[in-house]
């Protein structure tokens, strides 16, 4: 609710409106829980020829087929399930959750040693670039696009996660030494062939080389990827150390050192926001640039390029705005609008996001401008801006740099702002900042809401003219995009 009723911001009807959006996201959080772990075995009702442990992208299996394991999108999910666990440890789902957990890890050691067109776990972890596999466990041998360099670097982030929240539930586990348990993720031991060490001795040796996106269609060195990657290297520093890997930890740790020294090529000056991918010829504008900001970062840190940096803040509003002009339907009116109910959100009002502005891909194949707004990038603004608010909050202080000024004076069209001033918590400027931030993320989801069917399902994609869902049928990433925007939302009403 509103602490601050200033700049008309937080009237009653506002407060109306947001409470009938709270009561959507509540169903519909339920329902994006269920609809996830569907997709999910064991245990998942639209998985049943599917082997412990694996996430599937989407049932469907014709026009498009997508009844694949994806590394990414399969660590990504069970990051999900591991924050859903961690906040009900003793709910109903928490004992499905702990067996999927202890499935997967099972999986992905037993992927990383299968034989695919990518390389093979012997010649020196090559194999771990394979980006998707059959349901089963056994390799996809089609034409695709790899190798992709992320996978193991968020299946290792998902399994650092699974240890620390499953010792912080079971810490008998550990001061008992139940060393076995541990082992399988974590063992110092060389040649790697613990799960989450044979990981990042892939991203320690591997993230200089060129790999594809995390669309599968450009080769080259990408934002998302190094992000995770780093990411992944600084928490397996962090957990060498634990098990006293030393050696390991001050590898990983000089390699995390020079990726820090990397990143900064990614943003462009003269563009004034991040590339996606190190001259692809493209605009650069990318969702892949929220989505390493939301992966490749903890919670309120100081992170490179944190979902609340000025360089991921501008290159939001500058997607956004390319977003809002180039689908129709973002000019088409809402059906949750009142007009008598609206604050000016300008150019941070929610609209459909889709992926880059070059898309040609519609769900089904590709066509000239055939790209559409997609469920997982609406919601990945929407976490950004909920995040943006929680870092302000935990800062208390908002501090204007000419970098970041683009994305606060729109923010904030009322306020002359002055670069390098800082605005403290209780002033107009502060307040008012956090306060919008807020409504602009529920703006986001609302667009969500609008485009969901009566049954809650998120597709992929959303239609660039009508709206109407369309793609892959109820996408696992769409429902855990959707719940992590709505956790971020949570820690700031």
């Excluded at 994006?32 to 064991?42: E, I, K, Q, R, T």
């Excluded at 609206?342 to 070059?358: F, K, M, T």
Aim: contains cysteine; aromatic residues 10%.
């Amino acid at each position: 609710m509103c602490r601050h009723y200033i700049a008309g911001l937080c009237t009653p009807d506002h407060e109306r409106r947001r409470s009938d959006l709270d009561l959507w996201i509540e169903e519909e959080e339920k329902s994006a829980v269920l609809s996830l772990l569907a997709n999910v075995a064991p245990g998942g009702h639209k998985v049943p020829d599917a082997a412990p442990g694996s996430v599937i992208a989407s049932p469907s299996k014709v026009h498009p087929n997508y009844y694949y394991q994806w590394v990414r999108d399969a660590a990504i999910t069970v990051a999900t399930i591991i924050h859903l666990y961690d906040d009900d440890p003793a709910g109903d789902e928490a004992g499905q959750m702990l067996e999927i957990l202890d499935a997967y890890n099972k999986i992905s050691h037993t992927i990383q040693h299968v034989d695919n067109p990518s390389g093979s776990f012997e010649d020196k972890l090559s194999g771990l670039g394979e980006p998707k596999f059959h349901v089963d466990g056994t390799a996809f041998t089609g034409n695709w696009g790899r190798p992709q360099r992320d996978g193991p670097a968020l299946r290792a982030l998902s399994l650092m996660l699974y240890m620390k929240v499953y010792n912080e539930t079971h810490p008998i586990s550990w001061s008992e030494g139940d060393g076995s348990w541990f082992d399988d993720l974590y063992d110092p031991d060389m040649p790697a062939n613990s799960t989450i060490k044979a990981d990042l001795e892939y991203v320690s040796h591997h993230w200089r080389e060129s790999g594809f996106d995390l669309w599968e269609e450009v080769q080259g060195l990408h934002f998302f990827t190094a992000m995770v990657q780093l990411k992944a290297l600084r928490e397996g520093a962090k957990l060498a150390t634990l098990f006293e890997d030393h050696g390991a930890a001050k590898w990983y740790q000089a390699q995390a050192d020079e990726m820090t020294d990397f990143m900064p090529t990614f943003w462009n000056q003269d563009k004034g926001h991040l590339e996606e991918t190190l001259n692809s010829g493209r605009s650069g504008l990318d969702c892949g640039l929220l989505l390493g900001a939301i992966h490749g970062t903890t919670v309120n840190s100081s992170d490179i390029f944190a979902p609340y940096s000025d360089e991921v803040l501008v290159s939001l509003l500058a997607l956004v705005r390319d977003q809002r002009d180039r689908f129709p339907i973002n000019s088409a009116p809402s059906p949750s609008d009142d007009e008598d109910d609206n604050v000016d959100l300008a150019e941070l009002s929610g609209v459909g996001v889709g992926r880059y502005p070059e898309d040609v891909y519609d769900g089904y194949g590709t066509k000239p401008a055939g790209g559409n707004p997609w469920f997982l990038c609406t919601s990945s603004v929407a976490e950004i801006l909920f995040r943006t608010a929680e870092q302000l909050s935990f800062r208390r202080s908002l501090l204007v740099t000419d970098r970041g000024l683009p994305f606060w004076s729109v923010l904030l069209p009322s306020h002359k702002l002055r670069v390098g001033k800082t605005y403290d918590v209780g002033s107009s400027v502060f307040d008012e900042a956090v306060e919008r931030l807020k409504l602009a993320g529920d703006s986001f989801l609302t667009v969500v809401k609008d485009h969901t069917d009566a049954e809650g399902s998120l597709s992929e994609q959303f239609d660039r003219v009508n709206g109407f869902e369309r793609g892959a049928t109820d996408l696992t990433w769409s429902y855990g995009a959707f719940i992590q925007a709505v956790r971020a939302r949570r820690r700031v009403m």
